[in-house]
């Protein structure tokens, strides 16, 4: 197949720019569904979208697959200074926060540093702490994660920490390390506004007791994956994964997370299979598309489906995953292992469009891209939020001000047509310009056991 590039791309990008279905996408996923929380019928709701809209396209080989899901229902949750009955301290539980009903003297701990703990001394064991979430200035950074361990180590009971948002805007957090088993939280944490964080250090140094109450458990229950392919016309046995999760945090309406993100995959879907019937164009590889539930608790998602179907061969060629699009324009891809990085730049290169190719020096295990590098399978994530060029207003990611009015759909129509000329490309290299994957998951174990407990730098 020779392949005029110069009338494909001209084809592709037309296509992403007037023919476009992002909107739509957009409006369904966060209007007419809203809230996806997997486990829910909503989640359920919009893996069945993406699977009408792979139908639509007449994909090959669809699917919805179910897997099971650790999911938490949070059913009553408290903050409490005891006296002080009229005051209703906002209160938001961390994810997987387990139960809890305490009444404990409330001691302010700063960032929960060791030099911190270590000057408090004795005092922590039975008490709740006041603690910083962000790191401390000018020390070594330190995992909110550990701090909670350290402190858990130390006696304290729960701990209560402040939003970092201004106006009494709280967001969903996580305690755990998702290196680790994301539902492990070392220490009960409960979220409080920025504003009544300030008015319980008061209360903090005046000795006041709080009363902590989270009524949750933990149960199982079903998530799903959306997948088709898009069958290769001359390496069909290999192939190229493009993902994105469809879920959300469990009051976040999920626009630019990740609603755009899943708007792009299907949209890159349609742009690939309409060259293929407008213009005779096929991906060389297979291009495997897949929506996946529960990224936001814990990646289950993405690794349900790397077990289901790459244990332990065989291996896409590559995955990439769409996540918070909306936070910028494109600028992109990070890759979790070098090997790649010279053929996908030079694929990047040929769009001339001034994208980059990047390696991350730490495996990342804050999306979907993680459970397929700990399988040993050359994944990357596109350039985003992380780095530079951040949109202020897509700053309300896992809340509910998560709208579509924060998208920019222009940049949105940009990353699918963009996309759709890169995956073709790199669809077509030939087998023998593709390094052989040598990435060995015994080395990477290793490689993830050595980082645990570091900071991520990119964050
Ligand atoms: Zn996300």
């Given at each position: 197949m020779s392949i005029d590039w110069r009338t494909t791309d001209c084809w592709l990008m037309g296509e992403a720019s007037v023919g476009s279905k992002i909107a739509d996408h957009v409006k369904v996923l966060c209007d007419d569904i809203g809230v996806r929380w997997a486990g829910t019928d909503n989640e359920f709701a919009a893996a069945e979208y993406v699977a009408t809209q792979f139908q639509l396209l007449n994909l090959q080989d669809r699917s919805v697959e179910t897997f099971s899901l650790r999911t938490a229902d949070c059913h009553a949750a408290s903050l409490k200074v005891v006296t002080e009955?009229?005051?209703?301290?906002?209160?938001r539980p961390c994810l997987f926060c387990p139960s809890i009903d305490v009444e404990a003297r409330l001691v302010n701990v700063g960032y929960g540093m060791p030099h911190e703990l270590k000057s408090l001394g004795n005092v922590l064991s039975g008490c709740v702490a006041l603690i910083k979430s962000e790191y401390e200035p000018f020390t070594e950074p330190r995992l909110l994660t550990v701090r909670l361990r350290d402190l858990a180590n130390a006696g304290v009971v729960a701990a209560v920490t402040g939003s970092p948002h201004y106006g009494r805007r709280m967001s969903h957090t996580s305690a755990s390390d998702w290196r680790d088993d994301a539902t492990l939280v070392p220490l009960p944490l409960v979220q409080t506004s920025r504003e009544d964080a300030a008015r319980l250090q008061d209360r903090a140094v005046a000795g006041a007791r709080i009363s902590v109450r989270v009524d949750s458990d933990l149960r199982s229950t079903t998530s799903w994956?959306?997948?088709?392919?898009?069958?290769?016309?001359?390496?069909?046995?290999?192939?190229?994964?493009?993902?994105?999760?469809?879920?959300?945090?469990?009051?976040?309406?999920?626009?630019?997370?990740?609603?755009?993100?899943?708007?792009v995959l299907l949209e890159t879907a349609r742009l690939l299979a309409g060259v293929c019937n407008a213009m005779d164009v096929h991906p060389g590889r297979t291009i495997q598309f897949v929506s996946f539930g529960a990224e936001?608790?814990?990646?289950?998602?993405?690794?349900?489906?790397?077990?289901?179907?790459?244990?332990?061969?065989?291996?896409?060629?590559?995955?990439?995953?769409?996540d918070e699009l909306a936070t910028g324009p494109i600028k992109g891809t990070v890759l979790q292992f070098p090997e790649l990085q010279e053929l996908i730049q030079d694929q990047l290169s040929d769009l001339n469009e001034g994208l980059q190719c990047?390696?991350?020096?730490?495996?990342?295990a804050s999306g979907d891209m993680f459970p397929f590098a700990r399988r040993g399978i050359p994944s990357s994530f596109l350039w985003r939020w992380r780095f530079v060029g951040r949109h202020p207003e897509t700053a309300y990611g896992h809340s509910n001000a998560d709208t579509p009015d924060k998208l920019r759909v222009r940049e949105l129509k940009d990353y699918a047509g963009i996309l759709a000329r890169f995956l073709l490309r790199l669809s077509h290299v030939p087998s023998a310009d593709w390094p052989e994957n040598r990435l060995d998951i015994n080395e990477i174990v290793k490689r993830i056991e050595a980082e645990r407990g570091a900071v991520f730098r990119t964050m």
């Open positions: 009955n009229a005051w209703r301290i906002d209160t994956n959306t997948l088709a392919k898009l069958p290769g016309a001359l390496i069909p046995e290999q192939s190229i994964v493009l993902g994105a999760h469809h879920d959300t945090t469990p009051d976040s309406l999920g626009a630019n997370d990740n609603g755009a993100g899943v708007a936001e608790q814990g990646l289950q998602g993405s690794t349900a489906f790397v077990e289901r179907h790459f244990g332990p061969e065989p291996k896409p060629q590559f995955m990439l995953a769409l990047h390696v991350l020096s730490q495996l990342d």
